[in-house]
């Protein structure tokens, strides 16, 4: 890992300090208008199944693919699927992938890759990190512009003490997000086929802000996530001016 950030380098830009979703009503529920992008952020699925654990992951390769810059992720097991990473605008020539031995090495990677300060991401994925953890992470996190994304696997039942919830224990992170599987979009009439994934959003704590709940189609080839059609009709039909929640990015 040491000998590919070595490579990297930062362009000498001034970057914004948030990173919006581009979507009204979420940005408008995150106090600073968007994902700061030096802070930690945490992310769990609703559930240990490999329908939410996919949807989770891909919600973090959307913020990734939407940062600036190579994208440091670090892992515990070889189970990242490039190609769906991919679907979510996160292009592989922009990964640099560590694997650690465990939890404490890969916190430390992540640490590590924070520091660097050339880096548009640094995502990763733990059973268990404390609240001191996560207070290096989002420490090394601030004055940068690289944002770190933690995904809180579920534990195994017989040593899982958060009762199911791996955001039960206390963190340093600015915001945390449970993501979880929806029904697909439906498709019109008479058109074969499944409609575009959906995802339950749920900000279940942000620092200086209420939490909130979404139902989103899931991120596309650009890494944006996007109203449900019929909700965007109607958002566009009855918003004017400035408090227009758009379906899409520009």
Not at 8 to 27: C, Y
Not at 96 to 103: G, L, R
Not at 165 to 177: D, K, M, Y
């Amino acid at each position: 890992m040491r000998e590919s950030l070595k490579k990297v380098a930062g362009d000498g830009l001034r970057r914004r300090p948030v990173l919006p979703f581009g979507i009204g009503t979420i940005d408008g529920a995150l106090a600073p208008g968007g994902l700061r992008l030096d802070s930690l952020h945490e992310i769990a699925a609703a559930s240990p199944s490999p329908s939410d654990d996919a949807a989770a992951t891909l919600f973090m390769a959307g913020i990734a693919a939407r940062a600036w810059g190579p994208v440091l992720w670090v892992v515990r097991r070889r189970d990242l699927f490039a190609p769906g990473l991919y679907q979510a605008g996160l292009a592989p020539e922009r990964l640099i992938y560590a694997e650690a031995a465990d939890d404490a090495e890969l916190l430390a990677l992540m640490e590590e890759g924070l520091r660097h300060r050339g880096l548009g991401a640094v995502v990763g994925e733990v059973k268990r990190a404390a609240m001191p953890n996560t207070r290096r992470l989002q420490l090394a996190a601030e004055g940068g512009k690289t944002v770190a994304l933690l995904l809180k696997r579920h534990a195994r039942a017989e040593s899982n003490k958060g009762g199911g919830n791996p955001l039960a224990v206390p963190s340093a992170a600015v915001t945390r997000w449970r993501i979880g599987s929806a029904p697909s979009a439906a498709l019109p009439v008479g058109v074969a086929g499944v409609g575009r994934a959906m995802w339950r959003v749920e900000l279940v704590r942000q620092r200086g802000g209420e939490s909130a709940e979404w139902t989103m189609e899931a991120c596309d080839e650009t890494g944006r996530l996007a109203l449900p059609a019929r909700l965007a009709d109607r958002t566009d039909r009855s918003a004017d001016g400035a408090g227009r929640a758009y379906r899409r990015a520009a």
